[in-house]
C-alpha cells in the first residue's frame, strides 16, 4: 500500500495519495490487513504532500501516528520534514517542539526550522534559530548560510549579514560556492546596500543570469538607473525575460528610447514575446513607449500582444 501511495505521490495525484492515506489510517489496514506499516520515506512524502496541500489538519495527524511508530526519535528525515512542515505553516512553536524531541539533531532538522522561517519570511525568526542552532553545538553549513543571510535580508538586519558574511568568509566558502556568493549579493540587495552588493558581485567566479537580475533590479529598485544600463552592458551571458523587463523599466524611467529599441528588437529576435514571457514583457514594452513619450508605438506594441 506504501507503495501506492508513493505512485500517486510521485505522478503529482496529491489527493488520491492523501485520500488513499486516511482510508487505511481510518481502517487500521497498515496494521492489522497488511500487517506492514509504511516506511520512514513514504511518511516524509505525504508530509511534503501536506506542505505543498496547505493541510495541517492532515499533517498533525501523521505527526501523531509516526510518533505512535517511534519514527520521529529515530528517523531524522522524519523529524526534519515534519520541523519544515510546522514552520512553513507559521506554528514556530510546534515546529521548535518537535525539534526539541528528536533525539538526534543535526544540520538537516536545524536548516528544516530555519529554511521553513525563512519561506513564510519570519526573518527574525530564522536568525533566532541560527544562533540557537550554534547553542546546540551544530556547525552550521552552506544551507543555513544561506538561509540565515536571506533572513538578514527579509527583516533588513545588515549588521548580522554583515557577521555571517565575515563567518563564511572565514570559512573559506567565498572561492567555493556561488550559491553563497549570490546569497550575499542578494543580502546586501535586500538591505539596500548596493556599493557593498557589487563590491561582492564584482569578486564572484561564476555570475549566472539570476544574480545578474539581483544586482540589475537593485539598482533599479532605488532609482539608479544609469548604473542598471551600465551593468546589463557588462553582462557577459545571455540575459533573460526578466533582464530585459528590468532595463526596459530603467529606459523608461529615464527616456532612454533609443537602448530600450534595442532591447525591443533583442526581445522579438529571441521569440519571448511568444513565450509565457510574453505578458510581463510586452506590458514592460508598453510602459517604456508610453514614458518616452512614444505613444503610436506603445499603441502599435499593445495591439500585437
Known sequence: MGSLINQYIKRGKFNNALSL??????????????????????????????????????????????????????????????????????????AKQVLKKLQVR????????????????????????????KLDHICPDVVTFMYSLKACGICIFPEKGREIHSDVAKMGLLKGDPHIESA?????????????????????????????????????????????????EWMDISPNAITYGCILKACGSIGAIGK??????????????????????GNMLVEMYAKCGIMSKAQEVFDSL
Open 106 to 133: 543535526n544540520v538537516v532538522t536545524w536548516n528544516a526550522l530555519i529554511g521553513g522561517l525563512v519561506k513564510i519570511r519570519y526573518g527574525k525568526e530564522a536568525l533566532i534559530s541560527f544562533q540557537d542552532m
Open 184 to 232: 550575499l549579493v542578494n543580502m546586501y540587495v535586500d538591505c539596500g546596500l548596493l556599493a557593498e552588493a557589487y563590491q561582492v558581485f564584482v569578486l564572484l567566479n561564476v555570475r549566472d543570469v539570476v544574480t545578474w537580475n539581483t544586482l540589475i533590479s537593485g539598482y533599479i529598485q532605488y532609482e539608479h538607473y544609469e548604473k542598471a544600463l551600465n551593468v546589463y
Open 21 to 94: 492515506y486516511q482510508t487505511m489510517s481510518k481502517s487500521e489496514l497498515h496494521y492489522s490487513y497488511i500487517n506492514v506499516p509504511l516506511d520512514g520515506h513514504t511518511y516524509v512524502d505525504l508530509i511534503k504532500v501536506c506542505i505543498e496541500m496547505k493541510d495541517i489538519e492532515l499533517g498533525h495527524q501523521i505527526h501523531i501516528n509516526v510518533c505512535k511508530l517511534g519514527l520521529i526519535q529515530f528517523d531524522v528525515f522524519v523529524g526534519s520534514t515534519l520541523v519544515d512542515m510546522y514552520a512553513k505553516c507559521g506554528l514556530i512553536f510546534d
Open 260 to 281: 530600450g529599441s534595442k532591447i525591443h528588437a533583442h526581445v522579438i529576435e529571441k521569440g519571448l514575446l511568444r513565450t509565457s514571457s510574453c505578458p510581463f514583457l
